[in-house]
Structures are given as structure tokens and as C-alpha cells.
């Protein structure tokens, strides 16, 4: 099973930038569709962005669309999110979420679709 570790969260004010990273080990991270979620305090888990395991196609929520980027890099087992014009409503705890998939054009915005899950990062916007 594929394990995975997410950095990059702290505090930000409105309108900055922040950039997560996922490391990922124990697995080729090819053979994984990769997702982000979050979740705020009293709030359910919220799916935010997807993508395949080529990264031929990308997905997201309508709340960050426009506004957060997912990439991949394969041959560094990472994906990241790049997080603009950022929003107080933005504040949560950010998981990235794997799916072993053989279907390479694939991506996944369900959360229990995912077979690994990071322990999370918390991203807070000062408004």
C-alpha cells in the first residue's frame, strides 16, 4: 500500500498563495489516481481536486476551480496544489488521497472511491 505524507500548510492571509506537496513511498505513484480534500472544522470531508494518473485530465470543486491547481510529478512520487487568492472559507485540513487504478484517464471526486490517505495538513486564511 502506497503511503503518504502531506506538507506545506500554515497560516496565510487572504489573497496569498501556498503551495502543498504529497510525498508519496512505498509504491510507484503511476498506478495511482491522486485527489485533495478538506475538511473545516464542523464540516464534512470535501472533495477539492483530482487528477489521472498521467495527469491528462484534472478536476475540481467549483469552490477552488479557477483558483487551485493539482500536478504530478511521477518520477519524484509527488503531487502538489497550488493554492491562489486564497479565501478564508478556504480554511481546513487538506488530505491527499490515492486510488489504485489501472485506467489511466481516470480521476475520482468521491472519497470513499480512495484506497490511502494522508494524515493531513492544516491550511488557516486570516481575513
Known amino acids: 500500500q502506497v503511503q503518504l505524507v502531506e506538507s506545506g500548510g500554515g497560516l496565510v492571509q487572504a489573497g496569498d498563495s501556498l503551495t502543498l506537496s504529497c510525498a508519496a513511498s512505498?509504491?510507484?505513484?503511476?498506478?495511482?489516481?491522486m485527489g485533495w480534500f478538506r475538511q473545516a472544522p464542523g464540516k464534512e470531508r470535501e472533495f477539492v481536486a483530482a487528477?489521472?494518473?498521467?495527469?491528462?485530465?484534472?478536476y475540481y470543486a467549483d469552490s477552488v476551480n479557477g483558483r487551485f491547481t493539482i500536478s504530478r510529478d511521477n518520477t519524484k512520487n509527488t503531487v502538489s496544489l497550488q493554492l491562489y487568492s486564497l479565501k478564508p472559507e478556504d480554511t481546513a485540513v487538506y488530505y491527499c488521497?490515492?486510488?489504485?487504478?489501472?485506467?489511466?484517464?481516470?480521476?475520482?471526486?468521491?472519497?470513499?472511491?480512495?484506497?490511502?490517505w494522508g494524515q493531513g495538513t492544516q491550511v488557516t486564511v486570516s481575513s
Open positions: 512505498g509504491r510507484a505513484l503511476g498506478r495511482y489516481a
Open positions: 488521497a490515492a486510488k489504485l487504478t489501472m485506467y489511466s484517464g481516470y480521476y475520482y471526486y468521491i472519497a470513499d472511491e480512495y484506497d490511502a
Open positions: 487528477i489521472t494518473r498521467t495527469a491528462s485530465s484534472t
